[in-house]
DNA sequence: ACAAAGAGTGTGTCCGTGCACAAATATATG
DNA sequence: CATATATTTGTGCACGGACACACTCTTTGT
């Protein structure tokens, strides 16, 4: 190892002041060209790394951090974010950062474009996105890039911006998945019924039809001998949806297993629960409070998660990194996608770290 | 929030001076108690901590780690314990931490005993176990206690000893995990096979043993209609396991799962690949690189993990808290059990954080 | 009674970086 | 050429905690 030579040793080796490498390092300016050149030279025969320790402690500037996400209750996936991104913040507190939650209507663009024009407003020195919106988001990140404002994603990224982080899951990878332990569990040659959302925004959002692609993609490829129906459903009309989900179900005794490739999955396993269909297993995503219920009462046989909390905590990190540490290299991430039963759910706190 | 007070404006509050706060703090004796009283009621009130980078820049003193566990190959179990604990090294080598690792044959009792009595030779400043043997590790700790050298255990944790940390698996979780998911995949009615390493340690081994009572209370939970039928194997001769094992599944067609409760499930699903038994689902422990090869090639269908990176992560991370920042708190962790299946496989990384 | 030892307390320096400000040098202007 | 104005460069203090050391006040021994 050795030790890390410090920038006063620098600035002798280089025949300046402490005061220009400083600048250097921190593309301060007024440097002379060839002093600069001095400089960088021997920072990158050296691979010189700032201490992180020193620098943190004899930092003045407050760092003001927008995160931006849809609306949420407590105990669903976005909660488990925020509270990622709060533990983080917690850990790094010495840091003086102020940080201001701006949340929009998932279901609506029109909250998001005016909170998107509120982050502008504020001009913030970074942001975290968890974006549903395409359109509006890559305005936005031009913005952004346009005034320097460094920004990371959670949950999705979207496609032409130019992020510093992005904390996602491979959402095809999902749906494969959930396709491939249905199958597992109820034989490749009985039917699977795909429970699909009627709400809007739902099935237009981007990790939904990825993960429909994947599950598609499972079926073709496999060759599966068991058919997939679908059933569209509504959560605005209970009644409705558990009559049509019960009737699909007498009429194709045949299916054995229910996929809801969102986070509704306890909605149809309580329509199945009420009515004793004990033997369906129903699998779904993400462990919001009620699907864990209904994993733990074995309503739900099995639930995918993609560590929200994690993706939370990893895109502060990466922020404070660009911020602070100037680390240069950008953080891509795709995240696990943990598969919880009964027996694991326990241990699944999704530590932050 | 609100800024953290520092050690000076604590010592102002108290009406003394920051070196009796830092004496309080670091129970370095020589205080008067009425003093000591007046500044840990402040201390209590506004739930100090210590800014972590001040003190690592102040600290003066080297550490040293020794890390003990068992040998090990590459892309194996501890190696990838190993690895967690390599990777925290990393991130906190600004604090001048030594460390050493010794191992010894984890079917080798008097191997341990010495690699023991050379750790207590070197007398290190903190200790991270990978424990086998129970009573050497008892014997072990008790001098450790002694001498009051904290110690942390990875894997599994020893009864009668006083660990500052302990990251290991729910291990009948595990069991019981096993055996729900080859009877998710096989159905209730039909058998699973059981195989069992004959190799002195594994069988011994105490995380072996919860395992499989977990397997065996799930079992009588559910009162499952199929059979579990157990095979006893031995690694050293491929041949005459072969031969066993296909022989038991030809007498026994009603066998359409295998479980091996340890990570040598990569050796049974060659010998089911080799003989052409594509159907029969195996599930097996750790994502060691035989398995995680089988896991590829469909030949074993799902892979429990215990995050053994996650865990020498945060063993480090708990002993460097307990020796530097003088956390009182002690870090017990059960570890989420990752279920892999082929298509979340690829994101496991196993990140430390 | 006086020295020595010990307990309790405060002071000051160091760590490496950030940053404001002073100093030095270069360039422009009349 | 002198002076004003940029531009570049150097200096010094602050950050917050660790720890060595010095200092004061008691206690103990002779």
Redesign the pocket.
Same mark, same amino acid.
């Given at each position: 190892m050795g /030790?890390?030579l =410090? @920038? %006063?040793e620098i600035a002798a080796r280089a &025949? *300046?002041? $402490? &005061? =220009?490498v #400083? /600048?250097v +390092?921190?593309n301060r &300016?007024? *440097?002379?060209p #060839? %002093?600069?050149e001095k400089v960088r030279a021997i920072l990158d025969e050296i691979d010189f790394k +700032?201490?992180i320790h =020193?620098?943190v @402690? $004899? @930092?003045?500037?407050n760092y003001e951090l927008v995160i931006c996400t849809p609306e949420y209750s407590q105990g669903e996936y976005w909660g488990a974010i925020d509270s990622g991104i709060k533990s983080a913040l917690d850990e790094f507190n010495d840091l003086s950062i102020v940080s201001t939650h701006i949340t929009y209507d998932q279901f609506d663009a029109n909250s998001c474009h005016k909170a998107y024009a509120q982050i502008l407003k504020q001009n913030p020195d970074a942001i975290i996105l968890g974006p549903i919106f395409e359109q509006e988001t890559r305005s936005l990140c031009q913005d952004l890039d346009n005034r320097g404002i460094p920004y990371a994603f959670v949950d999705s990224t979207i496609e032409g911006t130019n992020p510093i982080a992005s904390l996602m899951a491979d959402q095809p990878a999902g749906g494969r998945l959930i396709c491939r332990l249905l199958e597992s569990f109820t034989g490749t040659d009985n039917e699977i019924l795909l429970c699909r959302p009627k709400q809007a925004g739902s099935e237009q959002s981007y990790n939904y039809s990825k993960r429909l692609n994947g599950f598609y993609d499972y079926v073709k490829e496999t060759g599966r001998t068991g058919k997939v129906k679908e059933l569209f459903f509504s959560m605005d009309d209970s009644e409705a949806s558990a009559q049509a989900v019960i009737s699909v179900l007498k009429q194709n005794p045949g299916i054995k297993g229910v996929a809801i490739l969102n986070s509704r999955g306890y909605f149809i396993a309580d329509i199945l629960a009420e009515h004793g269909l004990k033997d369906i297993k129903v699998a779904s995503f993400d462990l919001s409070y009620n699907n864990v219920r209904c994993l733990k009462n074995g309503s739900i046989s099995v639930l995918l998660s993609q560590r929200p909390m994690t993706q939370g905590f990893i895109s502060v990190r990466a922020i404070i990194e660009q911020l602070i540490y100037r680390k240069k290299e950008k953080t891509f991430i795709k995240m696990p996608i943990d598969i919880l039963m009964k027996d694991n759910l326990p241990f699944y706190k999704d530590l932050p770290l």
């Open positions: /030790r890390q =410090t @920038i %006063k &025949g *300046v002041s $402490s &005061g =220009t #400083d /600048r +390092l921190h &300016g007024k *440097v002379s #060839d %002093k600069e +700032l201490n =020193t620098s @402690i $004899s @930092i003045k500037k």
